[in-house]
């Protein structure tokens, strides 16, 4: 079983819709989690980060974790064709700097004008 | 905003020939990383490096890689004797110790043929 499963899409959807990206994972151990959005051929860009098991918002983002399920998500409301691109979940399992992060595999999203 | 920088974009090197991936962090940060993505796969960890030397390295990091920072400003990555399987994206990224806030460089896109 892979440690991060992310579905690769893609995932399309009309300018305006309300998005939902998800993660699975199976390391019980990790408990910090983080978003990353990337554009093809670009580095990943950390969009947000969490350690506790809720919702975190920050603008049209939402991360949701859900540690007794190993599941987590993102959501974005009110997509715009700016935000096409892949989104990466990210975790580790310590909170110390230096710590290596697991990452999925992507979910490559495109959103319709 | 600051920017993690990585030179060269691209790099063409013959298999069994050494090159040297460089990164120039973000000045006030402390810890520093390179991690590869080979082509559709997944954003891998190599290694981190604090206060000049390795925290933490993944079984990637083999005796074909060394990092250092010579120089106190830039972060290098040297692969030995490159395979043609070493051809990937590598991204530098660094942080300040603060929580998970790392910042991506665009990456150097190593083919070895």
């Known amino acids: 079983q892979k440690e991060v499963e992310q579905d690769p899409g893609p995932l399309s959807v009309p300018e305006g819709a309300i998005v939902s990206l998800n993660c699975t994972y199976s390391?019980?151990?990790?408990?910090?989690f983080m978003w990353y959005r990337q554009y093809s051929r670009k580095g990943p860009e950390l969009l947000m980060y969490?350690?506790?098991?809720g919702n975190k918002e920050d603008g049209r983002f939402t991360a949701q974790v859900d540690k007794s399920s190993k599941y987590i998500s993102l959501f974005i409301r009110d997509s715009q064709p700016s935000d096409s691109a892949t989104y990466l979940c990210?975790?580790?399992?310590?909170?110390?700097?230096?710590?290596?992060?697991?990452f999925g595999g992507g979910t490559r999203l495109m959103v319709k004008p | 905003e600051p920017e993690v920088t990585q030179t060269p974009s691209h790099q063409v090197t013959q298999m069994g020939q050494e090159v040297i991936l460089r990164c120039v962090p973000i000045?006030?940060?402390?810890?520093f990383y390179w991690y590869r993505q080979i082509l559709g796969q997944k954003v891998e960890f190599l290694v981190s490096?604090?206060?000049?030397?390795?925290?933490?390295k993944s079984e990637i990091f083999d005796d074909q890689f060394s990092v250092e920072r010579p120089d106190g400003s830039n972060f290098t990555l040297k692969i030995r004797s490159t395979k043609l399987e070493d051809s990937a994206m590598y991204f530098c990224?660094?942080?300040?110790?603060?929580?998970?806030?790392?910042?991506f460089g665009s990456g150097t896109r190593l083919t070895v043929v």
């Open positions: 990210a975790m580790s399992t310590l909170r110390n700097a230096g710590n290596m992060l697991t």
């Open positions: 390391n019980s151990a990790f408990q910090y």
């Open positions: 969490t350690y506790s098991s």
């Open positions: 000045s006030n940060h402390l810890y």
């Open positions: 490096f604090y206060n000049n030397e390795i925290s933490e």
């Open positions: 990224a660094t942080d300040e110790g603060q929580d998970y806030g790392y910042t």
